[in-house]
């Protein structure tokens, strides 16, 4: 423990001179304690993993519980074989219609990024992040009721509150990854709690194509109910137990306390108090992480909210297998995007430059699917090569963990959820675009055609932008 009669700074250091830190600290390296004391930093990686995996989950379940929503016959006039062995239905909502709601949800969750990520400096990040999930999780239980009543405008509005909740999630889980893992261990860390997307839409989607055939109230209220109430414990469990900091937590080790501490002060300037938004303004870096965030929420979104819809009405996949099937390349983006981690941070430790890796990871991560969306329009008769296209290309956009998504961290530890907040707003503007181009451009006569048009899009928007961020892209320390 700190010597009692040690001075405390702002930071619940003790202020010792640097030699002292030095020594204690190879102290610790040779009673080799540094290796086994990572049990609270890790609870706090898994916390906000699974609190991502939530997130997502609350994100993607209507992208599955609208096809159930929806009466399919009515407004295409055709049946389909998928259609004809399932129950259509009770809404008459045309694609484009399909499409703001599918979008509503962006609305509110892009309009929060900023604040928080400037609210964050100043008050922490861990009330918000908790807080803002428990409204995000208690408003899924009106959705059905704002559906049945209120119809569209009713349930974009529940969507739009939902959007709010979830808002802080990104900057306050860049902000919290900033405060409690050193800087070698970020590659991975970071890869493992923003894998949580991918786990959370495997989880969503089979579950809720599930409950839509299986579930209570109609099938598909039944998705919001569950979701909602797991998430709702979630949001408890890490309000109670995650602490801000390893400074100010009282569960840590103190052996792991100086650990991260010391790492987090050798690798960064002495704080100068002020945001340097000029700085910000005028960075290459900055700009190429905010193009490549955009690009792959542009091509990311396409998938996630129209994927189900593609399986069902070109490849006639009924509700319980689509889940499934539309799950298996998220399951692959979070598998790889561990070893991407493990790969990504084995190369900085030997040496590597990091704007080397940052660039190789994320050539994978928006190239591979950009070839996956152009292949897949010309294999519609084939469910199999259509899944393993999917499949494929998604499990290599899984390197974009160790590319564009953490490189906020290298730029500046300090301002770094500032940093994404403005990136992840400006990435969710252009994203929820997505599924409304989508739905335009397929609403006249869903064919194959049309959906390969969508998908080109997508993939074009992937090849630009990996491009400028291969250009301007740096790892080095900017403030």
Request: net charge positive; glycine share 8%.
């Amino acid at each position: 423990m700190a010597d009692a009669a040690g001075v405390q700074d702002s930071k619940g250091v003790t202020n010792r001179n640097r030699s002292d830190q030095e020594a204690k600290m190879e102290r610790y390296e040779s009673d080799g304690q540094i290796p086994r004391c990572r049990k609270t930093r890790f609870f706090v990686v898994l916390m906000l993993f699974s609190g991502m995996a939530n997130a997502y989950v609350m994100r993607t379940n209507m992208s599955v519980a609208i096809v159930a929503m929806v009466n399919h016959t009515a407004i295409s006039h055709t049946k389909s074989s998928a259609q004809s062995k399932e129950r259509d239905g009770d809404f008459e909502w045309s694609y484009k219609l399909q499409g703001y709601i599918l979008s509503s949800f962006f609305y509110g969750y892009v309009i929060t990024q900023i604040p928080f990520g400037l609210m964050i400096k100043y008050y922490g990040a861990r009330h918000f992040l908790g807080w803002g999930m428990m409204i995000n999780s208690l408003a899924a239980f009106f959705i059905p009721i704002s559906a049945r009543s209120g119809g569209v405008v009713g349930l974009c509005v529940v969507r739009f509150i939902q959007g709010l909740g979830e808002g802080p999630i990104v900057p306050c889980s860049h902000s919290l990854l900033a405060q409690w893992v050193p800087p070698d261990e970020r590659s991975l860390a970071g890869a493992a709690v923003y894998a949580g997307a991918q786990f959370g839409t495997i989880v969503s989607m089979p579950l809720s194509g599930l409950l839509a055939h299986y579930g209570f109230d109609g099938g598909w209220p039944s998705i919001f109910y569950v979701f909602g109430l797991v998430s709702t414990i979630w949001c408890v469990i890490f309000i109670c137990l995650v602490q801000e900091s390893p400074a100010v937590s009282t569960r840590i080790s103190e052996a792991e306390r100086r650990h991260i501490m010391e790492a987090i002060w050798q690798a960064q300037p002495e704080e100068r108090g002020r945001i340097p938004f000029v700085g910000i303004a005028k960075s290459p870096p900055f700009y190429a992480i905010l193009v490549a965030h955009a690009g792959h929420n542009y091509g990311y979104e396409t998938l996630m909210t129209m994927l189900p819809t593609y399986m069902y009405r070109v490849l006639n996949v009924n509700i319980r297998t689509n889940g499934i099937i539309s799950s298996l390349p998220y399951l692959a983006m979070w598998i790889l995007a561990i070893v991407f981690g493990i790969l990504a941070d084995c190369l900085i430790r030997r040496n590597c430059s990091i704007t080397v890796v940052r660039k190789l990871m994320n050539s994978l991560g928006q190239y591979g699917p950009a070839l996956a969306l152009i292949s897949v329009g010309f294999v519609h008769h084939s469910l199999w090569l259509t899944s393993v296209i999917f499949i494929l290309g998604m499990g290599l956009n899984g390197a974009i963990y160790c590319g564009f998504k953490i490189n906020h961290l290298d730029l500046s530890p300090r301002f770094a959820g500032l940093l994404i907040s403005i990136t992840n707003c400006v990435a969710n503007l252009v994203g929820l675009m997505a599924p409304m181009v989508a739905g335009y451009v397929i609403d006249p006569k869903p064919s194959v055609d049309n959906w390969r048009i969508v998908f080109n899009i997508a993939a074009a928007i992937f090849i630009f932008t990996a491009s400028f961020y291969n250009v301007f892209a740096s790892g080095k320390q900017q403030w």
